[in-house]
Each structure stands twice: as C-alpha cells, then as structure tokens.
C-alpha cells in the first residue's frame, strides 16, 4: 500500500523566510497530489493540487512541486507570516480517482 | 463554514450508547467520506459513498455505521463503542472527480468514556 512521509513532524522559521514541507511517498506515482492546510480543532481546507504532468504549481505565497522521479513534492510558502502558522498535510490519490491517502502532517510554526 | 457541517461539535458517550453523527453539505457534491483523525497518526479514511452509494469500507468495525440517505447528507451511527474510539471524526465532500479538491467538516470531536 501507498505509503506518505512527511519530513518532519513540526518546523519553526522566522517571519519574512520561506518554509519548504517535503513529502515522501513509496510505491507507485499517484495521478495528482493535494496540500491541505488545518487548524487546531478545525478540518482541513484544501490548498492546492498538482497532477503528475505538471512539475510545478503557483497561488499567491505557495508553490508546489512534484518530482515523479525521485517520488517526492515539495511545498513552499514565501514570505511567510506568524498566521501561516498551522498544520500541513500532504495527500494522494490511490487508485480510485478520488480516494484520498494523507500523510501525518507537519506543524509549522512562524515566529517573529 | 466550510460548506460542510457536521454536528455535534463535540460529543461524550459511554460504551453502552448509541449516538450518531451528522454531515450535510450543499455544494452539489457527489461523493461524501467519512475520515477518523487520531492524535500523532495520519487521517484514517473510513467510508466513501459516491452517488449515495457506499463504494468504501476501509475495514471500519461494525460498531461504526455509515448511512447516506441522498446526496446532501452522511451520517455515522455509533454504537457499544471503546475508549481507543475517541477521536476527530471529519466528514468530507467532493465531485468525485480526478483532481478534485476536498472540502471538510470542522469535524466531530468524539469521548468515548
């Protein structure tokens, strides 16, 4: 079965740096792969989606990539502010177009 | 809001009640999912229902029981529950359509006493 790292359980950064999440799957490349935002005590919310056909994707402060090759995609914020401070979850698909895989997370964490 | 609305918030239950859970969402999704979110572990997909069928069963006990009665709606009925239960239970929908994005619940936050 798929399997999904995520590289760190928690990352602390500086206001104004970027922080980059990397994601780590085994088995087979999944069509796309989804980033997920979540707050404590609150449900995920979408982000973005990249397909396997695409090696990089852009909205406001976050990028994406995903590298099919060495089976991994990274995920950037620029910029970044004390309120990007959450939870990031990667996530595939796994055979069935939309049946979702996540991984466990990383806790970001902006300071001042 | 999400779109998705799950209720209750938060729930406490013995091991001998029956409870059930609540998600409606009205954004002409088609596909509907239950996921069981537990602490230092990844989210844990439980059901899936496309066009109000069920098309998933991640190897749920059955003291877990899902219905979804049409498109807009999913609950979770619960029952004889343990303590090891307790948990986030977040209900999700989609279009059921490659690449699409999944829009949560705030989620369910479940005490099994």
């Known amino acids: 079965s798929q399997k999904i790292e995520q590289n760190s359980e928690a990352l602390n950064i500086q206001e104004g740096k970027t922080a980059t999440l990397t994601c780590n799957y085994t088995n087979y490349s999944p069509a796309y792969l989804q980033w997920y935002r979540q707050d404590p005590g609150r449900g995920p919310v979408f982000l973005l989606l990249i397909r396997e056909n695409e090696k990089e994707k852009r909205k406001e402060r976050l990028k994406v990539t995903f590298d099919t090759t060495l089976k991994q995609s990274l995920f950037h914020i620029t910029a970044s502010q004390p309120a990007d401070s959450a939870t990031y979850l990667c996530a595939l698909n796994t055979g069935t177009a939309s049946k979702l895989t996540f991984g466990t997370g990383t806790r970001l964490q902006v300071t001042l | 809001e999400t779109g998705v609305t799950q209720t209750p918030r938060h729930l406490v239950m013995g091991m001998t009640n029956k409870k059930s859970l609540k998600c409606e969402q009205h954004?002409?999704?088609?596909?509907m999912y239950w996921y069981k979110q537990s602490a230092k572990k990844p989210l844990e997909l439980m059901f899936v229902y496309n066009f109000k069928e069920q098309t998933e069963n991640n190897s749920v006990p059955s003291r877990f029981s899902p219905e979804c009665p049409n498109s807009s709606h999913l609950f979770l009925h619960l029952h004889t529950l343990q303590p090891e239960d307790s948990a986030l239970y977040l209900c999700?929908?989609?279009?059921?359509?490659?690449?699409?994005?999944?829009?949560f619940g705030s989620g369910t936050r479940l005490t099994v006493v």
């Open positions: 999700a929908s989609s279009q059921d359509q490659a690449g699409s994005g999944y829009t």
């Open positions: 954004l002409g999704h088609n596909a």
